[in-house]
């Protein structure tokens, strides 16, 4: 068995996956905002103390690391959500831990994780967005990631989608994830509802799925900003399926037939379709979990 983590730009989430990428035990951990500003030394500490102790539970061959940013070797070159900068977390963790570690951009592990047991099994090619924090992407082409080189590439959340638009925190502005990120959603949404940050996610949900014309002009906003990206990727890769993991899948009810929609719109893709395959992540927020083991 192996130990998956998944680093999100707000939590810490381990798991212990069987060789059939089953989760067998998992918990997490919400990141408060004094332990961001201490990011790199609140990380490794939750890691090796879990670590240290699921080990003396399981069978332990091996650690998989999820990374929301850019990953070389064992460093984490930048992680735009974290505000974190060439920080070699392998060789800080194997201080305390004598085990394989591997580490991946999140993206990359939860597409892996679709492609493999998920969603996006039954397809050769397919594109993935992880819809959080921010969006990170990954492109499956005969099964097998997209090989960028020695950085992994397919940062869609950093494709430009409006020329000098928001600021973004990669020093950019008119990212696609200032725009069409389930933070931006929520905190548009916020802002509509006169809400605060003490309404969850959860509970917005629950107010736009009951009464549909709260915060319609946001989520009809949102979800024209999602489809021009998304577009883009279609037409530049031009994938069996679309795979859509992160917070998403939680507002999949009142989300997903909309946005299939917008894609089918006249002259929104280049090759027109007549139906679009746009699958949510069995996985939901596990997925990041699982593909750091494969």
């Known amino acids: 068995m192996k130990i998956g983590i998944d680093l999100g730009g707000s939590h810490i989430a381990i798991g212990v996956v069987d060789k059939n990428g089953r989760i067998i ?19 490794t500490s939750y890691i090796i103390e879990n670590v240290q102790l699921l080990r003396k539970k399981h069978k ?29 977390i392998v060789e800080e963790l194997k201080k305390e831990i004598d085990l394989p570690i591997q580490i991946r951009n999140d993206a990359k592990c939860a597409a892996i994780a679709e492609n493999t ?47 000098n638009g928001k600021q973004c925190n990669c020093g950019k502005k ?19 509802l006169g809400v605060g940050e003490e309404v969850s996610g959860k509970e917005l949900f629950e107010i736009i799925r009951n009464n549909a014309f709260l915060g319609e002009t946001v989520v009809q ?31 999949e009810e009142v989300l997903l037939d909309r946005l299939k929609n917008e894609l089918l ?23 990041g979990i699982i593909g750091a083991t494969i």
């Open 25 to 43: 035990e998992k918990f997490e951990k919400k990141l408060k905002s004094i332990e961001k500003k201490k990011i790199k030394s609140t990380i």
């Open 60 to 88: 332990i061959t091996g650690i998989g690391i999820a990374i929301p940013g850019t990953v070389s070797g064992g460093t984490i070159v930048k992680s735009v959500n974290l505000g974190i900068k060439n920080f070699n």
């Open 117 to 163: 047991y998920g969603s996006l099994k039954s397809y050769n090619r397919s594109i993935f967005l992880t819809l959080g924090t921010g969006i990170g992407g990954a492109v499956i082409i005969n099964n097998s990631l997209l090989d960028c080189g020695d950085l992994p590439g397919c940062e869609f959340g950093h494709m430009i989608i409006e020329k």
């Open 174 to 192: 008119g990212c696609f994830e200032k725009y069409a990120s389930m933070k931006a959603l929520k905190t548009n949404l916020r802002e509509a």
């Open 221 to 251: 906003e949102f979800i024209e900003n999602l489809s021009i990206g998304i577009a883009n990727l279609i037409n530049i890769f031009e994938p069996e399926a679309v795979g859509i993991g992160g917070s998403f899948v939680y507002f």
């Open 265 to 287: 719109k006249d002259n929104v893709l280049f090759n027109k379709r007549d139906d679009i395959i746009v699958k949510t992540a069995i996985f939901r927020n596990d997925a």
